[in-house]
């Protein structure tokens, strides 16, 4: 199976700054991979496909990147609606899997 | 608009199965594979199980293979999950999702909570 490893697990961040987090994958994924995002009781929320492949509707403040084994999802200039969850799936091969996701939270 | 929407979570005993249900609406329902997703309390997600649009490939996670099915039905533009043999660490939040491009899962449902405990 392919394990997808994040970090970090947490960060403390402030509106408007510069947030990266990581997705390392065990195995090439090539750019099979997907970010969501998740608010506390909702559904996760695809934001980016491919890799690097920014849904419908997502602000551009989000963007992906990577390929092969190591991949980052990066927010420009967090706004409060963007204080969430965020997890990385691989798609590359079944089983299917997520990252262990990061809470981004509000310093 | 797409909508997905599950039904059948509850409280059942350890040993015991419980059927899921995911009615869809808002696009061609026939012409998408789908999947669920799990999530414990508190923790994060996991792939469950996966059916193509024809339900000629099915995928299971390791961790139920054996104790549920994934099912769908057409005419009912439904998805199903059956769940038999329940343990305590299928204790989850379960939701249907929508295969989008690449296999992405590109629309969810609310999801319902399934608790396994004596």
């Known amino acids: 199976d392919i394990q997808l490893t994040q970090s970090p697990s947490f960060l403390s961040a402030s509106v408007g700054d510069r947030v990266t987090i990581t997705c390392r994958a065990s195995?090439?994924?090539?750019?099979?991979l997907a970010w969501y995002q998740q608010k506390p009781g909702k559904a996760p929320k695809l934001l980016i496909y491919?890799?690097?492949t920014l849904q419908s509707g997502v602000p551009s403040r989000f963007s992906g990147s990577g390929s092969g084994t190591e991949f980052t999802l990066t927010i420009t200039s967090l706004q409060p609606e963007d204080f969430a969850t965020y997890s990385c799936?691989?798609?590359?091969?079944?089983?299917?899997?997520f990252g262990g996701g990061t809470k981004v939270e509000i310093k | 608009e797409v909508q997905l929407v599950e039904a059948g979570g509850g409280l059942v005993k350890p040993g015991g199965s419980l059927r899921l249900s995911c009615e869809a609406s808002?696009?061609?329902?026939?012409?998408?594979?789908m999947n669920w997703v799990r999530q414990p309390p508190g923790k994060g997600l996991e792939w469950v199980a996966s059916?193509?649009?024809?339900?000629?490939?099915?995928h299971y996670a390791d961790s139920v293979k054996g104790r549920f099915t994934i099912s769908r039905d057409k005419g009912q533009n439904s998805l199903f999950l059956q769940m038999n043999s329940l343990r305590a660490e299928d204790t989850a939040v379960y939701y249907c999702?929508?295969?989008?491009?690449?296999?992405?899962?590109?629309?969810w449902g609310q999801g319902t909570l399934v608790t396994v405990s004596s």
């Open positions: 999702a929508r295969d989008g491009v690449l296999a992405t899962l590109d629309s």
């Open positions: 808002g696009f061609t329902f026939s012409d998408y594979s």
């Open positions: 059916i193509s649009s024809s339900a000629s490939h099915i």
């Open positions: 195995h090439d994924i090539s750019n099979y």
């Open positions: 491919a890799a690097s």
């Open positions: 799936q691989q798609l590359n091969r079944h089983p299917l899997t």
